[in-house]
């Protein structure tokens, strides 16, 4: 069965997240609904990451497999006309060989994280990002994230029902930058791992955003890092910022 890579982008809104739920609509439902119209009783695909309820992407990748030979572009045509309306797009299509595998092939995962500062609640963005109505300072945030690059034991920004095996993982990138926003600032986030542990972007930015609001000190994030503690985490942020922007291979798929 040739198989094929998906780069994919979704307004995670919607949806229960990406994995298939009974009863419950899901990102990888909607893929597969699209793809049963073109080829009947497929196998189930996989995506580089299992993104949660309301959370976005704009460069998630999965893996199919097709019966019969499918130009690529033309599958990528097909599967964008039979998921409308829904808010999912396939941005590119490469047929890869079978050696390849969304999850497990991939060397890293790319983040982006969105907090509004402004009193005046979103509009047009309104979903799209975290939106606090106080002030916050950039400098703190910056220095307490550089606490976490590295290698560590995230256990204090894990989620309880996470299910990796180890909570042992390496951040390679942290930048947080400041951008004007109207009647606001808009604060992104980009964060950089081979894999990320359930909840931990969304533990780190909520911990982050009590550093620049003046609550904690930059120090006290390293001591809920060394804490090894769920319960010294900082409050967790909404799914709303959050977006997986991209995942890397040894080989691009979609670069030739």
Request: hydrophobic share 40%.
């Amino acid at each position: 069965m040739p198989r094929y890579a998906l780069k994919i982008e979704y307004d995670g809104r919607p949806f229960c997240g990406w994995q298939a739920q009974a009863d419950q609509p899901s990102v990888q439902g909607a893929i597969e609904a699209a793809l049963a119209r073109l080829e009947p009783d497929l196998p189930r695909i996989a995506a580089a990451g299992r993104t949660d309820t309301g959370v976005h992407a704009t460069g998630q990748v999965a893996h199919c497999d097709m019966r019969r030979d499918w130009a690529p572009f033309r599958l990528m045509e097909a599967l964008n006309h039979h998921l409308r309306p829904a808010p999912v797009a396939v941005l590119a299509c490469a047929q890869v060989d079978d050696g390849f595998h969304a999850r497990f092939s991939a060397t890293e995962r790319r983040y982006l994280f969105r907090l509004l500062a402004r009193r005046a609640p979103p509009t047009f963005e309104a979903g799209q990002v975290w939106h606090i109505r106080h002030a916050l300072h950039l400098a703190p945030m910056q220095e307490a994230a550089h606490h976490l690059l590295g290698t560590h034991d995230f256990t204090t920004f894990r989620a309880s029902q996470c299910q990796a095996q180890s909570p042992v993982k390496t951040l390679d990138r942290l930048d947080i930058t400041c951008h004007e926003h109207p009647h606001g600032q808009e604060f992104r986030f980009s964060l950089r791992a081979r894999s990320f542990l359930h909840n931990q972007v969304r533990s780190i930015v909520g911990t982050l955003e009590r550093v620049g609001a003046g609550a904690w000190a930059p120090s006290d994030m390293k001591a809920a890092l060394e804490a090894r503690d769920r319960a010294a985490c900082g409050p967790v942020s909404p799914p709303d910022g959050l977006y997986l922007t991209g995942v890397g291979y040894p080989q691009d798929p979609f670069s030739g």
